[in-house]
T-cell receptor
């Protein structure tokens, strides 16, 4: 099955700086890559996703890049704000699959 | 509109007891998923329903775990003879079309299960 690795496990940045979280996956059949934000005591919430037919997608301060050849994808958050502090999970899913395979999470702290 | 809801939010039980966890998906969503999230880990897939049937239960760890969705809406995850290792947050998600295939999954807040 698919194996998703995520780095770093923790990340601290100053408010206004950028944050980058990286994930790798193993199954070349994976073609959908969502990113979720999870705040304490809440369920994961989708913040951005990308499909394998594009290399980059941007939504305001958040962007995701995908390199299918290298099997890795990254989340970029610019102009970070304290409310961006949370745990972020990447995931991968094959087109014919029924589940998401999640990374182990990155705890992001934005220091005011 | 209303999102995915799960009850109870917290459940404390003793080793060996039986528990039921409930999930109310977003109205009209045909696909429903159960995941388990241990401390410091990402969610791990347990089972997927398309309508009333379990289309994929490959993630259930053993036969103590069972889930139903009799009317294609609400689902119940049932755990028999609970063990301390079952302690985790159990997450439910729903999706409008099902499959992994690029269909967004909307997660509920989870049920935190603690087995003493």
């Amino acid at each position: 099955g698919e194996n998703v690795e995520q780095h770093p496990s923790t990340l601290s940045v100053q408010e206004g700086d950028s944050a980058v979280i990286k994930c790798t996956y193993s199954d070349s059949a994976s073609n959908y890559f969502p990113w979720y934000k999870q705040e304490l005591g809440k369920g994961p919430q989708l913040i951005i996703d990308i499909r394998s037919n594009v290399g980059e997608k941007k939504d305001q301060r958040i962007a995701v890049t995908l390199n299918k050849t290298a099997k890795h994808f990254s989340l970029h958050i610019t102009e970070t704000q304290p409310e961006d502090s949370a745990v972020y999970f990447c995931a991968a899913s094959p087109f014919t699959g029924n589940q998401f395979y999640f990374g182990t999470g990155t705890s992001l702290t934005v220091i005011p | 509109g209303a999102g995915v809801s799960q009850t109870p939010s917290n459940k404390v039980t003793e080793k060996g007891k039986y528990v039921e966890l409930r999930c109310d998906p977003i109205s009209g969503h045909t696909a429903l998923y159960w995941y388990r999230q241990s401390l410091g880990q990402g969610p791990e897939f347990l089972i997927y329903f398309q309508g009333t049937g379990a289309a994929d239960d490959s993630g259930l760890p053993n036969d103590r775990f069972f889930a139903v969705r009799p009317e294609g809406s609400v689902s119940t995850l049932k755990i028999q003879r609970t063990e301390r290792g079952d302690s985790a947050v159990y997450l439910c998600a729903s999706s409008s079309r099902g499959g992994g295939a690029g269909n967004e999954q909307f997660f509920g807040p989870g049920t935190r299960l603690t087995v003493l």
